[in-house]
Every structure is written in C-alpha cells, then in structure tokens.
C-alpha cells in the first residue's frame, strides 16, 4: 500500500511541543497516524456519550486544555478541511505540527466498507461515506500548499 499524501505544517510559535493536529477525511487513517506519533489521542468518538453539540463543547473544551499544558503529548484528531476549520483547531490546541492527510476518497470508501461499523463518532456507514465525500468538496488548501 503507497504511503498517503500529507501536508505537514510546521508552527514555529509551538516549537518543543508534542502535540500534532491531523485532519483529513473520514477513513484517511488520522487516528492510525496519531496513535503511530503519540501515546494517546484526542478524537471526538473518545469521548462519553452526549448529544453532538454536548459532545462538540467536550471536545472544544478539552482541546483548548490541552493547547495550555505545555507537558501534553497527544495527537488532537479533527476532520477540518478548510483553512478556517483548520486555524480554530490550531488556535485551541496549539500544537507544533499539523498534518493534513490526503487519503483519495476512494481509498476512505474502501476502508469504511472494510471496517463496517459505525464510525468513533457514532455515525453510521453511510453518514460516514457522505462525510467523506462533504469532506472532499469543502476541502481547501489554503496557504498550506505555499509553506
């Protein structure tokens, strides 16, 4: 299997970090990264059952922690597809690198099939392969091609 493609932008500010922000789209294998570069991960599916928007402030409120303890060393998982999406979850977490996976939509397709079950954050197949493809046509590179 070909490695996928990423975009991995530095942050000078967070330097000594050991946070990483990975983004990408459903089946893009974020939190196989995150969990390959750090001992634990911060993903929306980890955290205790709610409503989506209890689980949504959880989530916010956690990474916003986590962007102000300078011991952490976690990989902060978010889908984030547009530049704006992207500098939210960087102004929370802070981390020192964020990693932008490229997985192709049809490479996320196999691997939710594959899987066949519902996704971390309680959405099922389809909504999952829907994500996938919102994920794609809202995707923006932003200045993260330039660096």
């Excluded at 922000?21 to 459903?26: E, H, Q, R, V, Y």
């Excluded at 959880?58 to 998982?77: L, N, S």
């Excluded at 981390?95 to 997985?103: D, G, S, V, W």
Aim: hydrophobic share 35%.
């Amino acid at each position: 299997m070909e490695e996928t493609p990423r975009i991995t932008i530095e942050h000078p500010d967070n330097a000594g970090r050991a946070v990483t922000l990975i983004c990408g789209p459903p089946g893009a294998g974020k939190t196989t990264l995150g969990l390959q570069l750090h001992p634990s991960t911060l993903d929306i599916g980890e955290l205790p059952p709610g409503t989506p928007r209890e689980r949504m402030k959880t989530y916010g409120r956690t990474a916003w922690r986590i962007g102000r303890d300078w011991t952490a060393d976690i990989a902060v998982i978010r889908g984030a597809p547009t530049e704006y999406e992207r500098a939210h979850q960087q102004g929370l977490c802070r981390p020192a690198r964020t990693i932008i996976m490229l997985t192709p939509a049809e490479v996320c397709h196999l691997r939710i099939a594959e899987r066949n079950r519902a996704g971390v954050d309680g959405r099922d197949i389809a909504d999952q392969h829907a994500a996938v493809d919102a994920w794609w046509s809202s995707w923006s590179a932003g200045n993260a091609l330039d660096l």
